[in-house]
Nanobody, 124 residues
């Protein structure tokens, strides 16, 4: 069992930066692939980034590549999403999720555990 709690969401101006954190409980956290997803009002949940348990492989949606960086600290049971050069279209609720299979990391329904989400609002 893994429990996830996101934090770090805020209101920020376009061009600014935020760092989201996903704190996990559970002794086997280090064995899970962790993904970040986001959902804007009226839209489907979409993949943002993912990192495998070893931290050696990372994946990004094209829309955030070069602006967002995912990292993890297994000793702290925490995954981070550093978001730079934020755009209006990055506004959404951001969720982290955990998946033990490590397959199809961009697909939401593959993930077994989800956090409650944190709101990111980018203003002009």
């Amino acid at each position: 069992q893994v429990q996830l709690v996101e934090s770090g969401g805020a209101l920020v101006q376009a061009g600014g930066s935020l760092r989201l954190s996903c704190a996990a409980s559970g002794r086997t956290f280090s064995r899970y692939t962790i993904g970040w997803f986001r959902q804007a009002p009226g839209k489907e949940r979409e993949f943002v980034a993912a990192i495998r348990w070893s931290g050696g492989s990372t994946y990004y949606a094209d829309s955030v590549k070069g602006r967002f960086t995912i990292s993890r600290d297994n000793a702290k049971n925490t995954v981070y999403l550093q978001m730079n050069s934020l755009k209006l279209e990055d506004t959404a609720v951001y969720y982290c999720a955990a998946d033990k299979s490590g397959l199809r990391v961009t697909v939401p329904h593959v993930y077994e555990y989800w956090g409650q989400g944190t709101q990111v609002t980018v203003s002009s």
